[in-house]
């Protein structure tokens, strides 16, 4: 279900109007049973998806709070990275890889049949397996007790304002407050509906409407001059901004109607001086988990600066190969994480 869809835009306000008059105990059950309506309108065989990383991520966080000794704790936490990260391998990574290999022995002249599963990526999958499991090492690491409820859980990793597009939620942040009662005023609901507003009209006004322009640059560049190229550029820029930021703002705007304020994503990010503060202020969400999850966790700055150098640029290829399969991303994110050591040297 988009959000710049007529039918949610008859979602929303029948949620909106359940939540009010319910109790916080069905409120949680409610939102739950509507994030799954929302995620399953795209495709409902993913749904049993969804849930296997919900229901096993809960466990492992349980276990690890139950745990007696480091060690069980750490091969509980390995076990919970392997299962997130495995089941993203294997739908959004897959083809590509084996794929890559096939051309690599083709242009070697050897001959290889590598097997590919052809199999449609879930939407929001990488969103919502960094979410949980951001969880279970929290909990691992002390910062989270484990969560209690399994309804609570699985709407803390469903929730549908972010499910699909983030923020990534931090469960430091989101989970309390799913876990306690919420006070909804007045202030919720019309601060929250201006901001979807916003995000509409940065996602329908601005990003959609320059879309035929840029698709048309990118697709003939052979039949384009310089300054139409240019142009082009700029406005894939705009586009992008405004598509990311646009989805951003009304997952905050929506979820700030439920009584439930998300972390901010985007802040300005074309003011920013540098390429650092570029990613202070871009897809915080993403680029604070690459930070708390990868960076520091690789040793960060502590070893030296040829180490932090590398760690910035193995991030980056990382994050690059996150936001899709294909070479084109693994170079965006190789030029991204050189920038940051340029910088930081």
């Given at each position: 279900m988009?959000?710049?869809?007529?039918i949610f835009a008859l979602f929303l306000p029948i949620?909106?109007?359940?939540?009010?008059?319910?109790r916080q105990r069905w409120q949680n059950r409610m939102l739950l049973v509507a994030s799954y309506i929302f995620y399953g309108w795209w495709d409902w065989?993913?749904?049993?998806?969804?849930?296997?990383?919900?229901?096993?991520?809960?466990?492992?966080?349980?276990?690890?709070?139950?745990?007696?000794t480091p060690r069980q704790r750490k091969i509980?936490?390995?076990?919970?990275?392997?299962?997130?990260?495995?089941i993203l391998s294997l739908f959004k990574y897959f083809?590509?890889?084996?794929?890559?290999?096939?051309?690599?022995?083709?242009?070697?002249g050897m001959h290889l049949d590598m097997p590919t599963l052809g199999i449609i990526l879930p939407v929001g999958i990488s969103f919502y397996t960094f979410q949980s499991m951001s969880y279970v090492i929290d909990v691992y690491r002390g910062d989270l007790p484990a969560a209690r409820s399994l309804i609570d859980f699985a709407l803390y990793v469903s929730f549908f304002p972010q499910l699909v597009a983030g923020p990534i939620e931090r469960g430091t942040n989101l989970l309390p407050q799913i876990c306690r009662q919420r006070y909804v005023n007045w202030n919720n609901i019309t601060s929250g509906f201006l901001l979807v507003l916003v995000g509409l009209f940065r996602k329908i006004a601005i990003a959609d409407s320059v879309a035929a322009l840029v698709n048309s640059t990118f697709s003939h560049p052979e039949a384009c001059g310089g300054l139409e190229l240019l142009l082009g550029l700029y406005m894939f820029s705009i586009q992008i901004y405004c598509d990311f930021a646009g989805y951003s703002d009304i997952a905050r705007g929506a979820s700030r109607m439920f009584g439930i304020e998300l972390m901010l994503n985007f802040e300005q990010p074309y003011l920013s001086t540098n390429i650092t503060e570029f990613w202070r202020r871009w897809h915080i969400?993403?680029?604070?988990?690459l930070r708390d999850y990868l960076?520091?966790?690789?040793?960060?700055?502590?070893?030296?600066?040829?180490a932090a150098y590398r760690n910035l640029l193995i991030v980056m290829l990382l994050g690059g190969l996150w936001h899709g399969a294909h070479w084109t991303f693994v170079v965006w994110g190789g030029l991204h994480g050189t920038y940051l050591a340029m910088h930081k040297w």
């Open positions: 988009l959000f710049n869809s007529w949620v909106l109007g359940l939540y009010y008059i319910l065989r993913f749904l049993s998806l969804l849930g296997f990383t919900t229901v096993f991520d809960y466990f492992c966080g349980r276990a690890i709070a139950a745990s007696k509980i936490l390995t076990f919970s990275c392997i299962s997130n990260l495995g083809d590509f890889f084996s794929d890559s290999t096939q051309r690599l022995f083709d242009t070697l969400s993403f680029s604070t988990w960076y520091i966790p690789l040793g960060g700055n502590r070893k030296g600066q040829l």
